[in-house]
């Protein structure tokens, strides 16, 4: 009796490759960096952070407050650290060199000498005033204070140092935009009451 042909095996589909899509290059990537002014110290520090933050993990909150928020306000800090250091180093000297005139000409006779050295001690007077009345030493100073506070934070989420413990995650993100919220608020409190506060008024009896 002839044996019935076996039945052929059906072979079993490949299963269905699912393509990875691919990252998006705008999260991944970090985001502009803070131009360089003549201090480039705290824009190049920045600019270093965010090389190395995971921009595609830590979420787009932290992507538009860098951006908006932490970096410029690193790079306004430094900026007027700077130029206030500058308009007391220009007022000191100022005063240093219209003292010295007055001195020169102590010793000489004439309306002309008089009325010079008349000039020069205004400008003495008023380049040795100015950086009191302006408070340039106490915006540098706040300024400056200001300035490290945010780089000591930056520094500390980027490397997990701190109060953050590891690498930037979407918490940590969000615990680091609070705390230079913080900062900044307490850069503006300081501010008001130790450099822009309006003397007080006095009520007449």
């Known amino acids: 009796m002839a044996e019935s042909p076996s039945p052929t095996a059906v072979p079993e589909p490949a299963p269905a490759v699912v393509p990875t899509p691919a990252p998006?290059?705008?999260?991944s990537a970090p985001p502009p960096a803070v131009a360089r002014g003549t201090r480039?110290?705290?824009?190049?520090?920045?600019?270093?952070?965010?090389?190395?933050?995971?921009?595609?993990t830590v979420g787009p909150a932290l992507r538009d407050f860098w951006s908006s928020t932490y970096?410029?306000?690193?790079?306004?800090?430094?900026?007027?650290t700077g130029r206030f250091r500058s308009w007391g180093q220009i007022l000191r000297f100022t005063a240093l060199?219209?003292?010295?005139?007055?001195?020169?000409?102590?010793?000489?006779?004439?309306s002309a000498i008089r009325a010079a050295t008349a000039l020069?001690?205004?400008i003495a007077v008023i380049a040795t005033g100015s950086p009191s009345i302006f408070r340039?030493?106490?915006?540098?100073?706040?300024?400056?204070?200001?300035?490290?506070?945010?780089?000591t934070e930056g520094w500390q989420f980027v490397s997990g140092a701190g109060t953050y413990k590891v690498p930037p995650t979407p918490e940590t993100a969000t615990a680091f935009i609070t705390n230079v919220e913080q900062i900044l608020v307490s850069y503006t409190n300081t501010y008001i009451k130790t450099i822009d506060e309006p003397a007080p008024t006095?009520?007449?009896s």
Do not use: H
């Open 24 to 27: 998006d290059p705008a999260k």
């Open 40 to 56: 480039s110290s705290a824009a190049g520090q920045t600019n270093a952070m965010a090389q190395v933050i995971p921009w595609a």
């Open 71 to 80: 970096a410029p306000e690193v790079a306004y800090t430094d900026r007027l």
């Open 97 to 110: 060199a219209a003292s010295a005139i007055v001195t020169g000409l102590a010793g000489f006779e004439g």
């Open 120 to 122: 020069a001690g205004g």
């Open 136 to 151: 340039t030493d106490q915006r540098v100073a706040t300024n400056r204070a200001a300035q490290q506070s945010l780089l």
């Open 202 to 204: 006095t009520t007449p």
